[in-house]
């Protein structure tokens, strides 16, 4: 069942308990307030569980911010008392050319830092000249995002929604209203034998100001301390917020060996590249070579666990799922042995814990990531799917919307974020999130998949065998997509050409050795051959496959549910039977 709506700017700042000025205030700093289409700009409406996710992710932020408000209003008051001293200071202050502690800003009621609640770190420049070096600025870029995502009181854009700035002339305050960021953070890094040099510039977004540049020069081993060191300087001007625990993870005296930290960040670079079976071999080798270079490095290991999770399903990496599971909990596990606070484990051990349907574990991996790291946009995505699957789907479309905000260039959040919608009875929001994947990237199977099967649940057969048509031009011989537009072929009464894609679905798993087996059990649910398509479940029983956990909610299964085999898969499978 759908949210609770409110419908007004009205209604919203009466559920939050504030004046109206302050709500809006707060859609800058990533309140989740939708706008409806092809209405003015002030037709606006938002969903309770939305608004209730964003609270408790960012009243910490929020408190700061009134706070600054306030006192800026008492400061203006004072300043009509105080009116001869201040004019003094600021000559003193303009003569000086200093601005200490802000009281320069305080005196002339500029907004101060504080209220920033939300940046972007736009990719550092490479100074070496040499383009082999990218990736080390790529890397260096990441690095900083994932330092600053440690704060919960700040908001930290994905490094996947700032790249493409890397050549951008647009001015800084027109990069940050698309990005709907409060500042941002640019610099440079320049990799010269045994020295690294990085300088920083934090701006402010509205009013356009210039706060803090700083340069840093340290011996590579000193890599992370000097990460943790920038972090903590922007916290610092912005007046962030750090719990203890925070402060801690953003002072470390660890040193790592140059040469690991290199091929780390080789393997982060290939792991992002495009999904193909080189890239991903390419990847797992720098990152083992991370490690028996650093043994101790928790993050290498930590990225092995990613990328064998996320290679589970295609016998890239390992034999078979059972194989690839095994191996990302020992990567994983390894992670957090020397080092529990990394983010990215913890997701891979909730990924691990929900194919092997060990549901609460899960879900406290998920949530203990998301503490971690609040700006992590996988975890959130991760944890949405798991919530649709438990058929939360106000929570999930709540944890979708968050991560759509923390990386909104990306097609797997935008793809997700919109099955979530979906699920939530939210049809507009999810068409909408689809045709955004796509447009970031056609060839992105994921996003066709998920619009089609969305037609073929309206019975609009004609358009989802259009959209996968489509796909398989980028995507040729994907069994996922040939799965799908055999059920379409099938539902739209197009027997035959159902019947030659399943043939064509098995010459694929004889020359492969194995095939997703989804895409055979749409294939059959679609024909109405249930037979084979529950010999072909109980066969993604046996192997724990990744996509048994949606048996509940996934609209290509429909035609089986009424068999009495379908809800005993789901009882032994774990899942809710409501």
């Known amino acids: ?122 990719p550092l420049k490479n100074l070496s000249g040499d383009p082999a070096q990218d990736y080390f600025a790529e890397g260096m870029t990441e690095a900083l995002i994932t330092e600053l995502g440690k704060i919960s009181s700040l908001q930290v854009l994905s490094y996947q929604s700032v790249i493409g700035y890397r050549q951008t002339v647009k001015p800084l305050p027109e990069i940050a209203r698309e990005l709907k960021v409060g500042a941002l953070l640019e610099g440079a890094v320049l990799h010269s034998g045994d020295r690294i040099r990085i300088t920083a510039n934090l701006v402010q977004a509205v009013p356009e100001r210039h706060l803090w ?33 925070e402060q801690a993870r953003l002072t470390t005296s660890r040193r790592v060996d140059p040469e690991a930290y290199e091929a780390y960040l080789l393997g982060r670079a290939y792991s992002s590249k495009a999904r193909t079976r080189t890239s991903w071999t390419r990847a797992k080798e720098y ?90 946009p996988l975890a959130r995505i991760w944890y949405a799917i798991y919530l649709y699957a438990m058929q939360r789907f106000e929570e999930a479309a709540a944890q979708a919307k968050r991560a759509q905000q923390l990386d909104p260039g990306s097609p797997l959040i935008n793809t997700w974020a919109g099955a979530a919608y979906f699920f939530a009875g939210r049809g507009e929001e999810a068409m909408a999130s689809w045709q955004k994947a796509l447009e970031l990237d056609p060839s992105y199977s994921d996003a066709s998949i998920v619009l089609a099967r969305t037609y073929v649940t309206r019975g609009m057969y004609q358009q989802a065998v259009a959209e996968l048509q489509k796909a398989l031009i980028f995507n040729a011989r994907e069994p996922f997509v040939l799965g799908v537009l055999a059920h379409a072929y099938a539902r739209a009464g197009r027997r035959e050409d159902a019947l030659k894609l399943v043939g064509e679905l098995k010459r694929i798993e004889a020359e492969r050795g194995s095939i997703p087996t989804f895409s055979i059990i749409w294939a059959y649910a679609g024909l109405g051959d249930k037979e084979q398509a529950f010999a072909w479940l109980e066969k993604s029983y046996e192997e724990h496959r990744d996509r048994m956990v949606w048996l509940n909610v996934d609209p290509l299964l429909d035609p089986l549910r009424p068999d009495p085999r379908f809800h005993d898969l789901v009882r032994r499978v774990g899942l809710p039977t409501k």
Do not use: C
């Open 1 to 122: 069942m759908a949210s609770a709506r409110l419908d007004s700017w009205k209604e919203i700042a009466a559920y939050l308990k504030r004046d109206e000025s302050t709500v809006r205030r707060w859609e800058r700093e990533g309140l989740p307030v939708h706008r409806r289409a092809h209405k003015s700009k002030a037709s606006v409406y938002a969903y309770e569980a939305e608004i209730d996710a964003w609270w408790n992710d960012g009243s910490t932020r929020l408190e700061v911010m009134e706070a600054a408000a306030a006192g800026r209003r008492r400061g203006r008051r004072r300043r009509v008392v105080w009116g001869t001293t201040a004019g003094l200071l600021l000559l003193l202050g303009a003569g000086a050319g200093v601005n200490v502690g802000g009281l320069r800003d305080w005196l002339i009621g500029r907004p101060v830092a504080g209220e920033i609640m939300s940046i972007a770190v736009l």
């Open 213 to 245: 540049a700083q340069s840093y020069e340290f011996d590579p081993r000193d890599i992370l301390a000097a990460q943790g060191e920038v972090a903590r300087g922007v916290a610092r001007q912005i007046r962030a917020q750090l719990t203890p625990q």
């Open 287 to 376: 990152f083992e070579k991370a490690i028996a270079k650093d043994p101790g490095y928790a993050p290498a290991y930590a990225s092995l666990a990613e990328l064998y999770i996320q290679t589970s399903g295609g016998g890239i990496l390992a034999r078979d799922p059972s194989e690839a599971r095994l191996k990302a909990r020992q990567w994983a596990e390894k992670a957090l042995k020397l080092d529990d606070t990394v983010a990215e484990a913890h997701t891979a051990l909730a990924r691990v814990a929900q194919q092997e349907w060990v549901w609460a574990g899960a879900e406290r991996e998920y949530r203990r990531a998301i503490e971690l790291n609040p700006s992590y």
